[in-house]
């Protein structure tokens, strides 16, 4: 079965400096990787998506996730925090065979300034 | 604007009553999801709709129904027989029949026992 690991559940930053949000995951074949976000008290927003292609994957907000085929990762990383990015952040894997999108458990971000 | 509307923001339900929860979606999207949320386990699918008038379970869908009879619509209903309902609702939709297609989600509802 697909399936997705975060295992921190939340991270600290300092504004200013570059953040990682770790995903590792679970699938046989090739994964469907993506990340959202979560502001407090609201939806889920798209942040990007790993489909094929290029190992680098650009997203909304300066916001980019490196593909690691051989690591099973699927890092969210920034170069520079920003105080407003401080929210909850989804891992998610489409399962092949219901289509249905895996969500992770979420992680934290909290950045400070 | 085009979007996903959830109402309403905030729910209380008392011991045995049913109480639905409002999802209405202006995107022209054939799919729709209603999503649970709880701290510390993500997201878990309730029911999802590709189709009007069809809907599959989801990963926990005892104590909750749903309808699809518009495409813009669906409501989810969680039942007296959810015993434990407090939670955020998400409701999402998304374009049937692309791989790799985004969900986009409504604000959610928070629902909450009397």
């Known amino acids: 079965a697909q399936s997705v690991a975060q295992p921190e559940d939340q991270v600290n930053v300092a504004e200013g400096n570059p953040l990682t949000v770790k995903c590792t995951y679970s699938v046989s074949g090739n994964p469907y990787l993506f990340w959202y976000v979560q502001y407090p008290n609201r939806g889920l927003q798209f942040l990007l998506k790993y489909i094929t292609g290029d190992n680098l994957v650009k997203g909304s907000y300066g916001f980019e996730a490196e593909f690691n085929k051989s690591q099973t990762s699927f890092h969210l990383k920034k170069p520079s925090a920003l105080v407003s990015d401080s929210a909850l952040y989804f891992c998610a894997v489409r399962d092949y065979n219901t289509d249905k999108l895996i969500f992770g458990t979420g992680t934290r971000l909290q950045v400070f300034p | 604007d085009g979007g996903i509307t959830q109402s309403p923001k905030y729910l209380f339900r008392k011991e045995g009553q049913n109480v639905t929860l409002s999802c209405e979606q202006n995107l022209n999207h054939d799919a729709m999801y209603w999503y649970r949320q709880d701290p510390g386990q993500g997201l878990r699918l309730i029911y999802y709709?590709?189709?009007?008038?069809?809907?599959q379970k989801g990963d926990i869908a005892e104590g909750y129904s749903v309808s699809r009879e518009k495409k813009e619509s669906f409501p989810l209903t969680v039942t007296s027989a959810q015993k434990n309902p407090t939670a955020f609702y998400l409701c999402?939709?998304?374009?049937?029949?692309?791989?790799?297609?985004?969900?986009?989600f409504g604000s959610g509802t928070q629902l909450s026992v009397l």
């Open positions: 709709s590709q189709i009007v008038n069809d809907f």
């Open positions: 999402a939709s998304s374009i049937v029949g692309s791989t790799n297609e985004k969900l986009f």
